[in-house]
């Protein structure tokens, strides 16, 4: 008997890794075809683009070709240049989005928690939030200077507002049914801020964080613009003064290309921490 049920539990199990190996087949053949799908667009505006430039449909001046760009970024890449200047606009955003980011998302959770709080200190910070903050951007750079604070000041105000209202949201919209329903249970308050609230406000929160990053680095394309000797802005002033627009777009590719990694970085941790959430997905 003890050698059929070995017998007979090999196969069934031979079946299940099998199954599992097919699922994890499907995953990668469908984020394979959505990859792919993706590039086509790029792609083809890449091809029509070189085309056009190889013709001299286009003028260098103004719009070189992507051959040129990348002999450009080339260029530069092998002075080291520009991974100095990478380096530091990154350490920027960094910096700026861990002042500002932090403190939107304090904020927002004492007020979401505070009616006391809510009161004194939101409509404050509504109509600050209305003012938009690259707007102020000259008067902090006429305040603090051209050093390295006023550009993370900047870089945090930015961060700040995008994750304190989603997280001061995420709070205020959870269910009032079911902080009623731990009431009657007689749930501690603190299971229920902890297994109750929070949860039901991370899909918000996930979201202000994201969109405070991507605030942060728009923050940090204006204050290297406005007035900045290193960084990825200031290799664009330089392409802008020199009249050298390869060097311009070389910047701007890897702006779009940096902040295209973090979001996606957001949305992997998103779904990682999101699991449990039955959404919509098209």
């Given at each position: 008997m003890e050698s059929n049920a070995g017998t007979l539990s090999h196969p069934l199990s031979e079946a299940g890794r099998a199954k599992a190996g097919a699922n994890v087949r499907d995953v990668w053949k469908e984020k394979g075809g959505t990859l792919v799908a993706g590039l086509l667009l790029p792609a083809f505006a890449i091809a029509i683009w070189q085309t056009a430039g190889s013709l001299g449909w286009i003028s260098a001046r103004f719009?070189?070709?992507p051959y040129t760009i990348l002999k450009t970024f080339r260029e530069l890449a092998a002075t080291g240049e520009l991974g100095a200047d990478l380096g530091i606009s990154l350490q920027r955003a960094a910096i700026g989005f861990l002042f500002g980011g932090?403190?939107?998302l304090l904020l927002g959770l004492l007020n979401g928690f505070s009616k006391t709080l809510d009161g004194l200190l939101d409509p404050t910070l509504q109509m600050i939030r209305m003012v938009p903050h690259l707007a102020v951007s000259p008067l902090?750079?006429?305040?603090?200077?051209?050093?390295?604070?006023?550009k993370i000041v900047i870089i945090a105000l930015g961060a700040f507002f995008p994750l304190y209202l989603n997280t001061y949201l995420g709070i205020r919209m959870v269910d009032r049914k079911l902080i009623e329903v731990s009431q009657v249970l007689a749930y501690?308050?603190?299971?229920v801020l902890t297994r109750l609230i929070l949860p039901a406000a991370?899909?918000?929160?996930?979201?202000?964080l994201r969109l405070s990053l991507a605030v942060s680095w728009l923050g940090l394309v204006v204050a290297e613009l406005i007035g900045s000797q290193s960084g990825i802005g200031f290799l664009i002033n330089i392409g802008k003064q020199d009249g050298v627009p390869s060097y311009i777009f070389v910047g701007v590719?890897?702006?779009?290309?940096?902040g295209k990694l973090v979001d996606s970085f957001v949305q992997a941790l998103e779904r990682r921490l999101l699991k449990w959430n039955d959404s919509y997905l098209g």
């Open positions: 719009l070189p070709d932090s403190l939107g902090i750079i006429l305040w603090l200077g051209f050093d390295e604070t006023s501690p308050r603190r299971k991370l899909p918000n929160i996930l979201l202000g590719i890897l702006f779009a290309v940096v």
